[in-house]
């Protein structure tokens, strides 16, 4: 079955990196776009960044993170990560790998990003 399981999330300062890593099994890695979601207190889920099957490929990112996080994928791993530079207190929020397998789109169990203020 398909497992997203994430690692990497911790307190930083304002300022600071953190890089997060998702270990995807269960279906054909190489074949689907990859993501990035957080939700913080209070919020809905939003899209942080995404990256396309093949590499090089399609990146996205939220106008919120551009210029600040770097997607990345290692197809030979199964892997994903999240490079997050310049954390702001707004970065709160629990992180989530996903999938889409149209349908359903399958999550991790997410990982806690803490910036204090």
């Known amino acids: 079955q398909v497992q997203l399981v994430e690692s990497g999330g911790a307190s930083v300062q304002p300022g600071g990196s953190l890089r997060l890593s998702c270990a995807a099994s269960g279906f054909s890695f190489r074949t689907y776009t990859m993501s990035w979601y957080r939700q913080a207190p209070g919020k809905e889920r939003e899209k942080v960044a995404s990256?396309?099957?093949?590499?090089?490929?399609?990146?996205w990112y939220a106008d919120s993170v551009k210029g600040r996080f770097i997607i990345s994928r290692d197809n030979a791993r199964n892997m994903v990560y999240l490079q997050m530079n310049n954390l702001k207190p707004e970065d709160t929020a629990v992180y989530y790998c996903?999938?889409?397998?149209?349908?359903?789109?399958?999550w991790g169990q997410g990982t806690q990003v803490t910036v204090p203020s």
């Open positions: 996903s999938v889409l397998i149209p349908p359903p789109r399958f």
């Open positions: 990256i396309a099957a093949v590499v090089p490929g399609q990146i």
